[in-house]
């Protein structure tokens, strides 16, 4: 860059610049002490104003350039010698002119520095500025002009509009998104939620606004989004994570979740999508085809049992028959008879199995009728009678209750698995004790418990106690079944099945039945 020379004063003379001897010809050709001991301090702004990227300006009270840098001639689009010594009207358009002078024009009124941002045409470019202007006085306080500092901020404003655009465009993918969305920040107490979108507002139970800034450890039962161990794995390895996993969840019960992590810098992104439906779908089509081939097993098992079991029924009326025709001692004739008719009614039972086992193959839909509920509680105890004399006591309290409508083989079903599994979770000792009780629930439900006092169920057992196939007995001692079963079974009915328990206090199994007049 050239001198920058100011302009000359009417008459010829050359106004004197307050940067001294490098903005204007010497005035004497030997300065004074004073003059030469501010030479370098003047020397020294002139080379630090060059090197700076803002744009450094003097006018004159006429509102002509007296000195530019380089960065503000660039931005002018001008040499600097075709700058100094002119007005703004002779450079710029007539509304930027307009608008530089009017700037000018305050600063001298106020007598002090303003600034203020600008938005203007300058050279044919759309800029932004950040404008300081204040005014030049001399030792004796005299105004003689004033300087400007003018900050290009258009870069910086493009860069934050792309950045502000970039967010609201990820804010409304993340929102859009039917996965939960999550960044987080390290920080010594822990991990700071930056942002998460709808679906993540339902896994902390709370709005975004409401979460955002707060640590992760404030909403416990939302920890396994993203662990800090895990995600200092993450950050560690540099590696994303991907995994599915199960959580049991307040008010949602048990879900599947598929978690992604990926560390972005100093950050973590946590995606949480539900599969909780897929792999419900997955269980039961796995359970469908699993019970496709109990169909078909249980379609066999009934054939293979029907046949034989005619030939028993046979025989013990042929036996009935013959014992009467006999002369025997009356006591023992009625011991026998009672004996017969007790192996009579297992095998009418057997045969009452056999045929919901070919319905269950065929898919056919069970006949209801209202039936006495004490009955088949009683008869049902006969049944596990064998697993229940070995572990206690029986203890039967029941209610005043109204018949329900049901069918006794399926209703039987159910209470002798209930039973059973009552019994073997009584202690060895035989000092255990299963208790049924039955009361009217509510004007339409009748409600049977089954308690006992035995070791319980582990809380991490109960919520999957009604699966298919969920057993915790030995291979070989269950298939799982018995409960889902049981719990269809119910359900079938128009009823409910649930359970409770305490680990080393018992179990209760809830069943509630509508009365028959309650059912159409």
């Known amino acids: 860059m050239s001198d920058v020379r100011g302009p000359a004063e009417p008459g010829g003379?050359?106004?004197?610049?307050?940067?001294?001897?490098?903005?204007?010809?010497?005035?004497?050709?030997?300065?004074?002490?004073?003059?030469?001991?501010?030479?370098?301090?003047?020397?020294?702004?002139?080379?630090?104003?060059?090197?700076?990227?803002?744009?450094?300006?003097?006018?004159?009270?006429?509102?002509?350039?007296?000195?530019?840098?380089?960065?503000?001639?660039?931005?002018?689009?001008?040499?600097?010698?075709?700058?100094?010594?002119?007005?703004?009207?002779?450079i710029l358009g007539q509304e930027e002119a307009r608008n530089t002078q009017e700037f000018d024009r305050q600063t001298l009124l106020a007598g002090r520095t303003l600034r203020a941002e600008m938005s203007e045409w300058m050279a044919g470019v759309q800029r932004e500025w950040l404008s300081t202007k204040g005014v030049l006085r001399r030792p004796d306080g005299q105004v003689i002009g004033l300087f400007g500092i003018c900050r290009d901020m258009s870069d910086q404003r493009r860069?934050?509009?792309?950045?502000?655009?970039?967010?609201?465009?990820?804010?409304?993918?993340?929102?859009?998104?039917?996965?939960a969305f999550f960044i987080v920040r390290p920080e010594p107490e822990g991990l700071r939620l930056l942002h998460l979108n709808m679906h993540a507002e339902a896994l902390l139970g709370c709005e975004a606004r409401a979460a955002e800034g707060h640590l992760l450890s404030e909403f416990p039962h939302a920890a396994f989004i993203a662990p800090l161990a895990l995600c200092q794995e993450v950050w560690r390895t540099g590696k994303p994570h991907d995994e599915e996993l199960k959580q049991l969840l307040p008010q949602h019960g048990r879900r599947w979740f598929r978690r992604q992590l990926s560390a972005v810098g100093e950050c973590m992104a946590v995606t949480v999508r539900d599969i909780t439906e897929h792999r419900e779908n997955e269980l039961r089509l796995r359970l469908n085809e699993r019970m496709a081939a109990v169909g078909m097993l249980a379609s066999g098992v009934a054939h293979e049992i029907n046949n034989p079991l005619a030939f028993v029924l046979s025989n013990l009326h042929y036996i009935e028959k013959e014992l009467r025709r006999l002369k025997l001692v009356h006591t023992d004739m009625g011991e026998m008879m009672e004996a017969i008719a007790d192996a009579?009614?297992?095998?009418?039972?057997?045969?009452?199995?056999?045929?919901?086992?070919?319905?269950?193959?065929?898919?056919?839909?069970?006949?209801?009728?209202?039936?006495?509920?004490?009955?088949?509680?009683?008869?049902?105890?006969?049944?596990?009678?064998g697993r229940l004399r070995s572990r206690g006591n029986v203890v039967r309290e029941y209610g005043e209750i109204p018949q329900v409508m049901a069918n006794s083989v399926q209703l039987s079903q159910v209470f002798v698995n209930l039973l059973v599994n009552a019994a073997q979770a009584l202690p060895d000792s035989g000092n255990g004790e299963v208790r049924i009780l039955t009361r009217q629930h509510s004007d339409t439900l009748?409600?049977?418990?089954?308690?006992?006092?035995?070791?319980?169920?582990?809380?991490?057992?109960?919520?999957?106690?009604?699966?298919?196939?969920?057993?915790?007995?030995?291979?070989?001692?269950?298939?799982?079944?018995?409960?889902?079963?049981?719990?269809?079974?119910?359900?079938?009915?128009?009823?409910?099945?649930?359970?409770?328990?305490?680990?080393?206090?018992?179990?209760?199994?809830?069943?509630?039945?509508?009365?028959?007049?309650?059912?159409?």
């Open 13 to 90: 003379e050359v106004a004197e610049h307050p940067l001294g001897a490098r903005a204007v010809p010497a005035l004497a050709s030997e300065p004074c002490p004073a003059q030469e001991q501010a030479l370098p301090y003047q020397a020294l702004f002139l080379a630090v104003a060059e090197e700076l990227p803002d744009a450094i300006f003097t006018k004159d009270l006429h509102g002509r350039y007296t000195y530019i840098n380089a960065a503000g001639a660039r931005f002018l689009d001008r040499p600097v010698e075709e700058i100094l010594g002119r007005r703004d009207s002779e």
């Open 159 to 179: 860069s934050e509009a792309a950045r502000n655009q970039s967010e609201a465009l990820f804010r409304t993918a993340s929102t859009n998104s039917f996965d």
């Open 344 to 385: 009579r009614e297992g095998a009418e039972r057997v045969r009452g199995i056999v045929q919901s086992l070919r319905a269950l193959a065929r898919g056919d839909s069970v006949t209801t009728q209202p039936m006495d509920l004490h009955e088949v509680l009683d008869n049902s105890v006969q049944l596990a009678w």
């Open 446 to 520: 009748v409600l049977i418990e089954v308690q006992d006092n035995g070791c319980g169920i582990p809380a991490e057992n109960l919520e999957r106690i009604f699966e298919p196939f969920f057993t915790t007995k030995p291979v070989g001692e269950g298939t799982g079944l018995g409960l889902s079963v049981s719990h269809d079974i119910i359900r079938g009915l128009g009823g409910q099945l649930s359970v409770t328990s305490t680990p080393g206090a018992g179990t209760t199994f809830r069943v509630l039945l509508p009365k028959a007049s309650e059912v159409h």
